[in-house]
């Protein structure tokens, strides 16, 4: 393929004090999408970038309820770390839970589901963003709970 057929590409870096952003290559005929980190929090436990900003959608890979790079006791507390580390992600963006839309919630047991759901309620208060709750066979670090989310930011 000669260079003449290949699309040009755009290179994107930006960043601040309270997040770090990745250079992404993107065609130009692409909304730019920008990695979002946060330098105080856990990093993540596999090769992933915690979220992705495209446009005005921020993508919010799991979470789960750690600090410091440790789980923390107990179901009630990964559900409410696990918002935390949500709203972290979020709020680094310029926004906060109430721009979370979508949450897809995992649990290492489906016997978790009424106290997944009174931590969750309480962590996002009035509101309620679409979920779906399944269990699956084991998470990540021995982990109860992981919450991803999908954010619309102004």
Known sequence: ???AKIAPLI??????TTSSRT????PPTMTA??????EDMSKPVGPYTPAIRAGNTLYISGQLGLVDGALVDGLDAQVRQAVRNLAALVEAEGGSLDNIVKTTVLLDSIDYY?????AYTE????HRPARAAFAVEALPLGAMVEIEAIAVLA
């Open 1 to 3: 393929m000669s260079a």
């Open 114 to 118: 009424a106290d997944m759901n009174a």
């Open 23 to 26: 250079t992404m290559m993107i």
């Open 123 to 126: 962590s996002f208060g009035d």
């Open 11 to 16: 290179m994107i870096a930006t960043g601040n």
């Open 33 to 38: 999408s920008v990695a979002v980190t946060i």
